[in-house]
């Protein structure tokens, strides 16, 4: 029998492509120095390769290209602030931001490969806490009582428990799963997140957008929210919408609530105050923060 060290270079390039996870390629090339080479030599065709085939990665590319036209119409934007500008500029800016961020070339494509890989490590970072024992008690205990003496609307508050502090261990619903099965789990999640995260820069998108008139923003808007309510095409199953709703509701409307809750003294009078405009204004800043953001506003937080 031929040991796997013994095959010649093309072979073992053909045993990476056959994989569909960044974590099997990387730990892959740590067996040997041989193999190593393969992936050190290859890596930038073993990654795009993954990241192609692989269906948990199916929303990296679009996100890409949206977060890039994020940072670019901001940073355009941010110049003419304070200055008498028409709306005729904001549209040309907000326009010729378009047109760069979705210009495609070889370094973009690389950028994909690069962000995609980094986003993969980060986002880890949120499933850990969604699989800490103590994270995940603290998440089913979180409730929303409504309150709808005020003017008959309703007003969320927020009597669930702080956070404690990080357990180091599994929860129950994971502990008994083995390699194969955390790291089905992991892909379910991520590609879930970044399935939101799509949602969360299109949000922004339409309101920085400008519209002829009045009525012309409305139908965007109203387009947004029919659209923002429908699961991606590729979500068809039960299982891709629930997960969809379980990753949002944990990392969004739990661990980012939570954790903007605990930012710091100026939050105090957020969380005394009934007023409705401070909770939609707290709710306005969930609802645009990325999951970076989340994970910064964890580690501000004190229980970070």
């Known amino acids: 029998m031929t040991h796997i060290f013994l095959l010649p270079p093309e072979i073992l390039l053909l045993i990476y492509l056959t994989l569909r996870n960044i974590d099997d390629a990387l730990h892959l090339a740590r067996c040997c120095r041989q193999i ?46 304070g200055k008498n500008w028409r709306v005729e500029e904001h549209k040309a800016i ?51 009582p409504c309150d709808f003496a005020r003017n008959d609307r309703k007003f969320i508050q927020d009597l669930g428990e702080s956070f404690r502090h990080l357990s180091g261990q599994v929860c129950n619903r994971f502990h008994c799963l083995d390699g194969k099965q955390r790291q089905r789990a992991y892909k379910r999640f991520y590609k879930a997140i970044t399935a939101h995260w799509k949602k969360v820069e299109q949000r922004w998108l339409t309101k920085c957008r400008v519209y002829r008139d009045a009525e012309n923003a409305t139908d965007a808007i109203e387009k947004y929210v029919a659209g923002f309510m429908e699961f991606e095409s590729d979500s068809h199953s039960l299982q891709g919408r629930l997960d969809i709703l379980e990753v949002t509701d944990f990392v969004w409307s739990f661990l980012g609530r939570k954790a903007l809750h605990m930012t710091g003294p100026w939050m105090d009078e957020f969380n005394k105050s009934r007023d409705d405009i401070v909770w939609m204004a707290m709710s306005n800043i969930i609802e645009h923060s990325r999951p970076v953001n989340i994970i910064e506003l964890v580690l501000m937080s004190p229980w970070g």
Not at 46 to 65: F, G, T
Not at 124 to 142: E, I
Request: charged share 20%; net charge negative.
């Open 36 to 81: 190593n080479h393969i992936f050190e030599s290859r890596r930038l065709e073993i990654l795009k390769h993954i990241i192609e085939c692989a269906d948990h990665h199916v929303h990296d590319s679009p996100l890409y290209y949206q977060v890039r036209l994020h940072g670019c119409t901001s940073r355009e934007l941010y110049t003419i602030i």
């Open 94 to 144: 907000v326009d010729k931001c378009y047109e760069l961020s979705m210009a495609s070339s070889p370094a973009v494509s690389t950028e994909i490969i690069w962000e995609t890989v980094a986003r993969w490590g980060a986002m880890r970072v949120l499933f850990d806490l969604y699989c800490d024992a103590s994270v995940q008690n603290t998440y089913c205990r979180s409730i929303y």
